[in-house]
């Protein structure tokens, strides 16, 4: 590794620790290995009524020589809202060139968010309620007593999925290999949709295999492009591992994969894992993207 590998590397480190130390939760790791980080950015009211997900991959010549590449996701973020919040963060990259900007950028997000609040916009932002992860290792001391929540699952898929549609061809589905680490489990399921439908029924078809049904966790998350509104339609899903769905869909999103199911089960095998658990959920879901 030639030198101004080595310093971009230390900078990017010592970047990566300052945001960690200064948002505390609401700075997430996706991917530590492909840098892949998100931060959840509020108007830092004590309800926030905006919030914005910024999320960014370090490429190996940030800073120094190459840009962060980032997405916005907000329900309400379109068009020219999202255009001039993409043109300030480029702007504060051009005037700041080689030096790190992250803490720049989450600032002037935060700017404009305060700036909505106060401003006497009518418009209710459509925000969706989250589980902040209280603790890395919560749920984990409660699974001896778990129970598969299939059935639960399966019934908000039903308000998705209008039951007067025809039957629609059930997707290929395809299995990824398993990951195993200190006896706990975990392998990806993945199905190409382009239905909420399609959803319902592939999840239905991998809950008839007895291993999959038993699994500890059954995590999902779909992304589905609808062509005449140009907009994404997508969810995700926990099933008791808090946090686990929308990291996965974090993870869809910026490996800009759409009109894909990806469902990982974990069978948890008496050791708790701590945060290697999300490391271990999204290696598996993207083998099997890239697969």
């Known amino acids: 590794m030639a030198a101004s590998d080595t310093g971009r590397a230390q900078q990017q480190i010592d970047e990566i620790e300052a945001l960690s130390s200064i948002y505390g939760d609401d700075w997430c790791v996706i991917d530590e290995d492909e840098k892949i980080y998100c931060i959840k950015i509020s108007d830092c009211l004590d309800q926030p009524k905006w919030t914005l997900c910024l999320q960014v991959i370090l490429p190996p010549g940030y800073p120094t020589a190459e840009p962060p590449i ?16 993409a043109n300030s963060l480029e702007e504060i990259y051009v005037q700041n060139l ?3 900007i992250l803490y720049l950028w989450v600032e002037k997000i935060r700017e404009v968010l305060v700036e909505k609040a106060q401003s006497s916009d009518p ?9 902040e992860e209280a603790d890395e290792d919560d749920g984990d ?4 007593d778990y129970q598969p929540i299939q059935e639960d699952q399966i019934k ?12 629609e061809e059930l997707p290929t589905i395809h299995h990824g290999n398993p990951i195993t680490d200190r006896r706990s489990t975990f392998q990806a399921h993945l ?3 382009v239905t909420t439908r399609q959803v319902k029924r592939v999840i239905e078809k991998l809950y008839e295999n ?21 907009t994404f339609l997508q969810d995700c899903e926990d099933d ?3 946090a686990a769905g929308g990291r996965l869909l974090h993870l869809m999103q910026i490996l800009n994969v759409h009109n894909v199911l990806v469902v990982v089960s974990r069978w948890y095998g008496g050791i708790l894992l701590g945060p290697d658990r999300f490391k271990h959920i999204n290696n598996c879901a993207r083998n099997v993207l890239v697969e």
């Open 70 to 85: 980032y997405q916005l996701n907000a329900p309400w973020l379109r068009g020219q809202d999202y255009t001039e919040l």
């Open 98 to 100: 080689g030096e790190s």
């Open 123 to 131: 418009e209710q932002p459509d925000i969706k309620k989250t589980t």
């Open 141 to 144: 001391d409660f699974l001896l």
């Open 156 to 167: 908000m898929l039903n308000y998705m999925t209008s039951e007067s549609q025809e039957d």
């Open 191 to 193: 199905a190409p949709v």
């Open 210 to 230: 007895k291993k999959i049904a038993s699994a500890t966790h059954n995590i999902y998350a779909y992304r589905i492009f609808c062509e005449d509104k140009q």
């Open 240 to 242: 008791g591992e808090t």
